[in-house]
């Protein structure tokens, strides 16, 4: 099948014929992911700017150091219908299991990035929503703070709409 063909953590682009159905027209991945890095696990896509979010990346820049599923989420342009990395990504390296990027959402020139795993307590994990403001291809943290109580995994899911920001805690 097409997708056998494919490499793994990427994400896959598709455009909708009424003749044919789906029809697969482009993969794209950010440079350096690897297996298990659950690059695409979630995707957020406006205009064209497009938000990918990786939950299982290791480690921090480049992935160097011992953390585990410290998380990723990385940010793509439409540029003459290919999908171009921008130089700026985001890697949260703070805590183990983090999970940045198990959710992403967009609304221009804010990335959200949900990181379910944040913060550790005896009966589980609160989560984190960061915010990060793009401006001249940099990502720069607007927030971090979630005010949730023990076990919430705030950032499981995110959505936004006009001025609101909907944040899953299952």
Request: net charge negative; with cysteine.
């Amino acid at each position: 099948s097409l997708h056998d063909a494919l490499p793994i953590c990427a994400f896959y682009t598709y455009e909708w014929d009424p003749d044919a159905g789906w029809v697969f027209l482009s993969r794209a991945s950010a440079p350096g992911v690897a297996p298990g890095d659950n690059a695409g696990w979630a995707v957020a896509l406006e205009g064209e700017r497009l938000a990918v979010g990786s939950p299982g990346r290791q480690g921090g820049n480049g992935g160097s150091t011992s953390h585990a599923r410290g998380g990723r989420v990385s940010v793509f342009e439409l540029q003459s219908n290919t999908w171009v990395h921008e130089r700026s990504h985001v890697d949260i390296v703070d805590w183990d299991d983090n999970e940045l990027g198990k959710s992403v959402a967009l609304k221009h020139p804010v990335v959200f990035a949900g990181a379910p795993g944040a913060i550790a307590f005896p009966n589980g994990r609160t989560g984190r929503v960061t915010a990060y403001h793009y401006v001249s291809h940099v990502l720069a943290m607007l927030e971090a703070e979630g005010l949730v109580t023990e076990d919430a995994r705030l950032g499981e899911s995110l959505a936004v709409a006009d001025d609101v920001l909907f944040a899953g805690a299952p």
